[in-house]
């Protein structure tokens, strides 16, 4: 059995007679296929558990567990219904072929086999279950995209959606609002670089690429664009935003634009969930050794430790209700932990000393050896 996957697929082989495992692999394996082979139903089942293949061929009639109840085991497989499966049999009865296609069965090869047509038949079939698992995957990945877009434009679209609503009010301050104007262009000018950057990925490598090997991100810069994003926003919904600066310079080995994307969930976060909590207080600080730290800590109510081992998985909101009435996806934070990961860093949560929620981004010191 080889260890690596041959390009043309994965084929399992399920035969009580090890003259066919021997002659049908050989053939499958000169004609380019990876091959596993299982002399029963059980040894069947644990090699299609240890590398699920493209492909089952098996033996109608064996003793023990025969190929339909084989096949109906292997359909319980997590990730297995799709694969095919092509019965090999000495019978020709009628009754016996309805059944096998009952049973799941996608064609048929009687014994003694012609060589040519085994492979036509592996070919044909297999060649169809690759090209099905390529559309999915491409499918996945442009609803991941979708996906990202969309939450990471969320952010300045609300932003520009809060300045505008506060320009129309009719007691707006005058003296604000040169400010809310400067918000609205600033934010729209963030999605429309978003968007760019996505475009350029996708035309290079994908979505989810790494930061450059130079890329750095000032702490100190980056507390101050959070706090002068959304000093007003936070005001609104009657709370407050410290920022602390580190007390020496602090540079993290991330894009500047990507770190602020990642804070700014953090901020949006307090904004929904932690409204009853006053003040927001964001600053950064030395971690382990080579690494740096920023802080989001609120005091509101936290987050339940029921809660707090989903918190990083994919469309995980912090509470039943949904705060931004429809605009949380519940993917802030796993793209966000997706994103600090592929930096080299961590985020993680803890419960705050004397109540509230504490966000910890750590990132390795930009040119730390």
Known sequence: MPHSEARTGRILIVDDQPANLRVVGALLERNGYAVATA?????????ARAAPPDLVLLDMMMPGMDGFEL??????????RQVPAIFLTAAQ?????????????????????????????????IGLKLTRDRLERVARERQELVNLVAHDLK?????????????QLPDCRPDRMPRYVEVIHESASDAVAYIRRYLEQQAQQGAR???????AADLGETLAWLGSRYELQLEAAGMRLTCTPP??????????QVLRQVAENLVSNALKYARDGGVLELHARRGAPGYWQLLAEDRGGGIPESRQRQLFKPFQRLTDEDPADGLSSGLGLSLAKQIIGAAGGQLWYEDREGGGARFVIELPEAGAA
Do not use: C, W
């Open 155 to 167: 952010n300045p679209l609300t932003t520009v959606l809060f300045a505008s609503e506060m320009l």
């Open 209 to 215: 690429a790494a930061s450059p090997p130079d890329a």
């Open 93 to 125: 009865d009628r009754e016996l072929l309805l059944r096998a296609f009952e049973a799941g069965a996608v064609d048929y090869v009687t014994k003694p086999f012609i060589p040519e047509e085994l492979l036509a038949r592996v070919g044909a079939h």
């Open 71 to 80: 096949l109906a085991a292997l359909k319980g497989e997590p990730g297995m």
């Open 247 to 256: 007390t020496d310079q602090g540079r993290v080995a991330i894009e500047a």
């Open 39 to 47: 002399g029963n139903g059980p040894d069947a089942l644990a090699a």
